[in-house]
């Protein structure tokens, strides 16, 4: 629990600084949950579809929201991947907190098995690290979070804008 609400401060933190333009929680996942795995082997991750879900990210209420479905350039992928790695920790302390909050509030197309999710999503983020050779992802810290976690929360912050524009 208590691990969950330091890391629910820093993600905050870092949310609230100049990086806050809009959403900051998310669970990004292939599309495809059984072929990414020989994408990933053979470098192509940029041809595979993504399901990217934003999160309201109230601590005592952590639940999806809103799913798009995405095709992005490997650039894109290293950038956020550092993100992807903080959320999906986020997301695996969280939930077990607010379970009750999260069954309530999930809604109808989100899968019912959200261990498997949330494990699917970790190995995802791992075998990214992996294929776009991320080697050092600490930099120096900014407001709670370090460049490469800040840049990852711009990035996803740019494709909202540009999948729909019209959404704050």
Known sequence: MNEFLDL???????????????????????????????????????????DLWLWCDHPD????????????????????????????????????????????????????????YLDLMQSFANSLKGALELHDLSGTEVSGMTKAQGAGVRALHALLKKVDPNED
């Open 8 to 50: 629910s401060r820093a993600m905050h933190k870092g949310l609230n600084s100049e990086l806050r333009d809009g959403p900051g929680l998310f669970s990004l996942v292939p599309s495809d949950v059984n072929g990414w795995q020989k994408l990933v082997k053979l470098k192509r991750l940029m041809e595979a579809e993504y």
């Open 61 to 116: 209420c952590l639940h999806p929201v809103k799913k798009y479905t995405i095709k992005e350039s490997k650039e894109w992928l290293r950038t956020i991947t550092p993100y992807v790695n903080l959320a999906v920790g986020f997301l695996k302390l969280g939930i077990p907190v607010t379970g009750a909050a999260f069954a309530a509030f999930k809604p109808h197309d989100f899968t019912s098995d959200v261990k498997r």
